[in-house]
């Protein structure tokens, strides 16, 4: 069946973005568990990963790609799962309302409410994360919260994002109709968060974000351009990182556990994390990746 991402429905894409996720992903750590987290009031619930010897009092709020309408927890489990292994930092990948059956500020609020629901639990510190659509829910979280519980995020690891930007050099060379990701299909996908999301997008506040931010861009990804301009944005933060993957495009962390690139670009993640001192000093060194064959 023929997918496309302006003009299948949302029920067609989501299935198809979970068949993808599924023939890419690669096998996940066996020391890290998974385990199912209830839904509870505003909190959607989700999917949490627990390494061995876990950080006491920090850990990762995760939030799935698919272009606001498709993804969830389970169809990201490599990413999320290689993220708690490699870091030593649990990670919440949470459950977000999708588009266009819950337009912004849906998705707004419900990552605000995930970054609620762990610190009831006891964690202090906060890395807020995300891939694609995920990275820009990341930063509609970090808008959300109060004085206080911003306070505690340690950083935002924004990978490979989408931040509402539809023209530019990358879409021109890279974006197509097939891949989703050219100017006619991004205004598509866009508008499916309604029309409260055109004055919300991360490029406008990006000026505003105080936290340490590591941005990921694949060098072949059509929206590369959004995270190149993020990056501008956010000012001059020594502690902040913009990081290229050489040869790579738009969700290629989805082979996460066999890709070797995939690997690397984790690692790098884990050891900026562990600089910044949002990790253990010790925890980064102690959990490698698999040896993965190119």
């Not at 197509?176 to 050219?182: F, V, W």
């Not at 506040?205 to 944005?233: C, K, N, T």
């Not at 990182?241 to 884990?270: C, I, N, S």
């Given at each position: ?257 066999r890709d070797p690139v995939a690997a690397r670009e984790l690692e790098a993640l884990a050891l900026w994390l562990k600089q910044l001192g949002a990790v ?15």
């Amino acid at each position: 069946m023929s997918v496309s991402w302006a003009t299948s429905s949302p029920a067609e894409l989501r299935a198809h973005h979970a068949r993808d996720a599924e023939e890419r992903a690669g096998p996940l750590p066996d020391d890290v568990s998974e385990s199912m987290v209830e839904e509870a009031g505003a909190f959607r619930g989700g999917l949490l990963f627990t390494p061995p010897d876990p950080s006491p009092d920090a850990a990762i709020v995760y939030f799935h790609g698919g272009g606001f309408v498709a993804g969830s927890p389970a169809s990201h489990r490599g990413v999320t799962a290689w993220l708690a292994k490699l870091t030593g930092m649990r990670v919440l990948s949470a459950r977000y309302r999708l588009a266009p059956e819950h337009p912004f500020p849906a998705q707004r609020e419900d990552a605000v409410a995930a970054c609620a629901a762990l610190a009831g639990i006891g964690v202090d510190r906060l890395v807020l994360a995300g891939d694609s659509a995920g990275a820009c829910v990341a930063l509609w979280g970090l808008q959300g919260l109060d004085p206080e519980r911003r306070t505690r995020v340690a950083g935002v690891a924004l990978l490979y994002g989408g931040f509402g930007g539809i023209e530019g050099g990358s879409i021109a060379r890279n974006g197509t109709a097939e891949n989703g990701l050219d100017a006619a299909t991004l205004s598509v996908m866009y508008r499916r968060l309604g029309p409260a999301a055109q004055d919300a997008w991360p490029l406008a506040f990006a000026g505003g974000i105080a936290v340490p931010a590591y941005v990921l861009a694949a060098e072949l990804d059509a929206v590369f351009d959004d995270s190149a301009l993020l990056f501008q944005r956010l000012g001059s933060r020594a502690d902040s990182r913009f990081v290229v993957a050489a040869g790579q495009d738009h969700g290629f962390l989805k082979g996460a556990g066999r890709d070797p690139v995939a690997a690397r670009e984790l690692e790098a993640l884990a050891l900026w994390l562990k600089q910044l001192g949002a990790v253990a000093a010790d925890s980064v060194a102690t959990r490698s990746y698999p040896k993965v064959k190119a």
